[in-house]
C-alpha cells in the first residue's frame, strides 16, 4: 500500500489564475516577498503557460517547489517554500 506525502499548511495563498504570463510569476513573487525564508505560499495558477513556467522560474529565483495539486478544473495549487534573501 502506498502512503500518501503530506504536504505542509501554508502561511499564505495567492491566486493568480486571472492574470497571464508574466504577470503570474509576479504577482506570486511579490506574495513571496512578505513572507518569511521558509514559509510556505500556496499559489493557485491556470493550465498551459503559467504552470509551466511559474514553477522553473521560482525555483531560478532559489526557492523550493513542495508539490502541486490538479484541480481538475483547469486550475492547479502549487506550494512553495520560500528561500533565503
Do not use: W
Not at 506525502?5 to 502561511?11: A, D, Q, S, W
Not at 525555483?59 to 508539490?67: A, M
Amino acid at each position: 500500500m502506498s502512503e500518501k506525502r503530506r504536504l505542509p499548511t501554508p502561511h499564505a495563498g495567492v491566486d493568480v489564475t486571472d492574470a497571464v504570463c508574466p504577470m503570474t510569476f509576479v504577482k506570486a513573487k511579490v506574495a513571496l516577498d512578505v513572507l518569511e525564508p521558509g514559509q510556505i505560499l500556496s499559489i493557485r495558477l491556470s493550465d498551459g503557460e503559467p504552470i509551466r513556467n511559474v514553477p522553473r522560474s521560482l525555483k531560478d529565483d532559489g526557492h523550493r517547489v513542495l508539490g502541486l495539486t490538479d484541480n481538475g478544473d483547469g486550475t492547479y495549487d502549487l506550494l512553495v517554500e520560500k528561500g533565503q534573501d
